[in-house]
């Protein structure tokens, strides 16, 4: 039942991204990033993160598309123009799955095999453990993402701003 829903999560994150890209309109590949985040997020729960699952939902798909949306209505963004299709948009596909086939063949040929995830044996993803890691070996890069993430809010303020002059 765990490999079922692990097919069917992993699915719905795959289809949601490749919609993400392919969309034309910036909200609508906003909410397939929430398709996204909310498929890891079941896919976390069924790893036996119930914390990072928590989080994931809350965090990223609640907080951060928030946050996206309003920069994308703050730029006032439109549909993105269909440029002239040139020869990457026809083998573009192909290429990118043999591309996948040849990752997936040297990982088969080059990784030992590994023992199979069971729900409930990993114990080590509740917030005591998680926020021990976080203020204590990964501070700096926590402290650095978060004021990268206030750079790029800046960064679009100040062009939504040139715009509007």
């Given amino acids: 039942m765990d490999a079922l829903l692990f097919m069917i999560f992993a699915a719905i994150a795959v289809v949601c991204g ?3 890209v392919v969309q034309t309109h910036p909200i609508s590949s906003a909410l397939s990033l929430v398709g996204v985040m909310g498929a890891l997020a079941a896919l976390y729960l069924l790893l036996g993160g119930e914390f990072i699952a928590a989080a994931q939902l809350v965090v990223y798909a609640g907080a951060i598309m928030v946050l996206f949306i309003f920069v994308i209505m703050l730029l006032n963004a439109g549909t993105e123009a269909r440029g002239r299709r040139s020869w990457a948009h026809y083998a573009g596909v192909p290429l990118l799955l043999l591309l996948f086939g040849l990752i997936a063949c040297l990982i088969t040929r080059r990784m030992p095999a ?6 409930g044996q990993f114990t080590k993803g509740g917030p005591l453990d998680i926020g021990r890691a976080l203020f204590t070996t990964y501070l700096l890069p926590f402290e650095v993402t978060s004021v990268l993430i ?3 809010i800046l960064g ?3 062009l939504a701003r040139k715009e509007i002059d």
Avoid: D, K, P
Avoid at 114 to 119: D, L, M
């Fill in 18 to 20: 490749i919609n993400l």
């Fill in 114 to 119: 590994s023992e199979n995830v069971v729900f």
């Fill in 150 to 152: 206030l750079v790029a």
């Fill in 156 to 158: 679009a303020i100040v």
